[in-house]
């Protein structure tokens, strides 16, 4: 083992916890059922944390279940507090928390720094969302009635996040819960769980009381299924592939469970005749290749008008082969490994079925040969594409631009709408008004015009079709949480 992974272990065990958080406490794992945590950029092991009993998650559960009790009670300027609190920790131990993420995760350091950045904006901006849960009074059509409506939080939840951005999704889905006044049960991804872990770290130090977060890892199908079959959970919110968003909608509803679902996406760009080709070529490189493509909204499927789609490919292809591939914590990556061995298999399938349906490799298409282990894949980028390749029909999830063009703006949408999925797209032009009205008929739940990177705290996030159904981030994102309680009081008239 070198001295670099010896380190990585050592400084792990001192900065990240590595065990599951119940009632406030970390749970070792049992008679050492543990789950190894292997960094994507060496395949070498880092970490372990426990794989959950059946018996710890219903301990979870009765947490939960006694923390609801009073959490949900508690002035809402409270919950802001600890929100705020927690929003605070996490930016002061930024650079820890972004070389957790790096280690686990893959990304190079600053893209992790940022998505660490981005979690605590959550946290910051559902601690204002905390405090604007409102109800109101509705005037009555008898005089002796006063109708009251109430939105209170609707209790324990339940809350599954992937791999890909580890902190970031958790985060979302965390925070959001919390300001409602519903206390959550939170299972990481088995492949990068630390840096949702470490929002427990955070949470622990700012106060929050017993029970009100619990984290488990584990075997998913145990947790999941225990979690959403109990009686103590009254909400599902699930970001994940369709077909285990098709699985956890079906259990939930044998419980009538409400379920909030984002189940990835296969997202197109427009890129219109009048579009700042330059700039428009340079900004869909760095994004497609951003987290290696590991992006639900990522830039997956280019159109590109036939006037200039020319120049277009050629300083595409210039800025990707800038693109420098390594390890994370590389100051020098752009683009690390890709999170798991199985995505490298699904690439070469991808490149591999696009090439023998005629496609053309103009970059890339191959693990990098610059390295003799880890999870590497090449920038690449194709040309010549058609629709029933694969790679445009199917969410990509990695590093892969296929390229083709179009000569009619209908064709184009058309094409655009073409898959079940239905959760970003983007549009480049110069005129406002035309890429309005085309974001307005993309079948997608969110619209980027001359920008890729859109997501963010103020900004409801999800999708449409098969890509789920519910709203995080934004003034919406609280919704989810949130029953309607509607009373009735009619009043004893008395003579004033």
């Given amino acids: 083992m070198s001295d670099n992974i010896e380190n990585s272990l050592l400084w792990l065990k001192e900065n990240a916890p590595q065990g599951l958080l119940i009632d406030n406490k970390w749970i070792a794992s049992v008679h050492g059922n543990a789950i190894e945590i292997c960094d994507p950029s060496t395949e070498q092991l880092i970490a372990s944390v426990p794989s959950a009993t059946k018996e710890q998650v219903e301990q979870a559960l009765q947490s939960a279940a006694t923390a609801q009790k009073t959490w949900g009670q508690i002035s809402s300027w409270k919950r802001s507090e600890y929100l705020r609190s927690i929003a605070q920790i996490i930016r002061r131990d930024v650079d820890i928390y972004a070389r957790v993420m790096t280690l686990e995760q893959g990304k190079p350091f600053e893209q992790a720094k940022g998505e660490v950045l981005a979690s605590a904006d959550q946290f910051d901006w559902n601690a204002d969302e905390a405090r604007r849960v409102y109800g109101r009074i509705v005037p009555a059509k008898n005089e002796t009635d006063q109708i009251h409506i109430y939105r209170q939080p609707i209790g324990p939840v339940a809350a599954f996040a992937p791999w890909n951005f580890p902190m970031l999704l958790p985060a979302r889905k965390i925070s959001a819960a919390l300001a409602a006044g519903c206390v959550v049960i939170a299972m990481p991804a088995i492949e990068s769980p630390l840096s949702a872990l470490m929002i427990g770290k955070a949470a622990m130090e700012a106060g929050l009381p017993s029970g009100v977060l619990n984290l488990l890892t584990g075997d998913p199908v145990l947790l999941s299924q225990t979690l959403i079959d109990s009686k103590v959970i009254r909400k599902v919110s699930l970001t994940g592939s369709v077909p285990v968003g098709v699985i956890t909608l079906a259990r939930a509803a044998t419980s009538i469970k409400p379920v909030t679902v984002e189940l990835g996406g296969h997202s197109p760009v ?155 797209g983007f549009i480049f032009t110069q005129d406002l008004n035309r890429a309005i009205q085309i974001g307005l008929q993309l079948e997608v739940g969110m619209v980027g015009i001359n920008n890729l990177t859109i997501a963010t705290a103020e900004a409801p996030f999800g999708g449409v079709k098969s890509s789920g159904f519910g709203r995080e981030g934004g003034s919406e994102g609280i919704e989810d949480f949130l029953i309607t309680k509607y009373v009735n009081a009619r009043m004893n008239m008395v003579t004033l």
């Fill in 270 to 424: 427009i890129v219109l005749e009048d579009a700042d080709i330059d700039e428009a070529a340079k900004l869909c490189a760095t994004g497609k290749f951003r987290n290696a493509g590991q992006v639900c909204i990522s830039a997956n499927r280019f159109f590109v008008h036939e006037a200039v789609s020319k120049r277009f490919i050629e300083k595409f292809i210039e800025h990707t082969k800038t693109i420098r591939v390594g390890a994370g914590l590389d100051a020098n990556t752009d683009m690390g490994p890709l999170g798991t061995k199985k995505r490298v298999q699904a690439m070469k399938d991808m490149v591999d079925d696009a090439r023998n349906k005629g496609a053309d490799v103009a970059h890339g298409g191959d693990v990098s040969k610059e390295f003799s282990s880890g999870y590497y894949f090449e920038p690449t980028v194709l040309l010549n594409v058609s629709q029933d390749m694969m790679v445009m029909k199917e969410e990509t999830f990695g590093p892969i631009a296929p390229i083709s063009t179009f000569s009619d703006i209908h064709e184009a949408i058309e094409l655009a709408n073409s898959t079940p999925y239905g959760l970003a």
